[in-house]
């Protein structure tokens, strides 16, 4: 069982930024994908951003050029660097990670951009 925690979300002017962290409970080089999610209200959860073990990473169209993420196996935390905030990046942002075919998720962090 994984388990996932998220942190650093908030409240932001449009154009700002903020770091999303995702600290796991394990060490996340034996993690197969890592990633990061949103969900806005009344919308689905769509994915942001992807990062597997080989550090191959893949974007959502949306945020590409703005986001970026990034994982430090050292201490088991996968980051997402936001950059340019609008005020549709606003979501709860979850983290995920996928090992040996099972899915787990963190419980989420409110990202509110204010325009």
């Known amino acids: 069982q994984v388990q996932l925690v998220e942190s650093g979300g908030g409240l932001v002017q449009a154009g700002g930024s903020l770091r999303l962290s995702c600290a796991a409970s394990?060490?996340?080089?034996?993690?197969?994908?890592m990633g990061w999610y949103r969900q806005a209200p009344g919308k689905q959860r769509e994915l942001v951003a992807t990062i597997n073990s080989g550090y191959n990473i893949n974007y959502a169209e949306s945020v590409k050029g703005r986001f970026t993420i990034s994982r430090d196996n050292a201490k088991n935390t996968v980051y997402l660097q936001m950059s340019s905030l609008k005020a549709e990046d606003t979501s709860v942002y979850y983290c995920?990670?996928?090992?040996?075919?099972?899915?787990?998720w963190g419980q989420g962090t409110q990202v509110t951009v204010s325009s």
């Open positions: 394990e060490n996340i080089f034996s993690i197969n994908v």
């Open positions: 995920n990670a996928r090992k040996y075919g099972r899915v787990y």
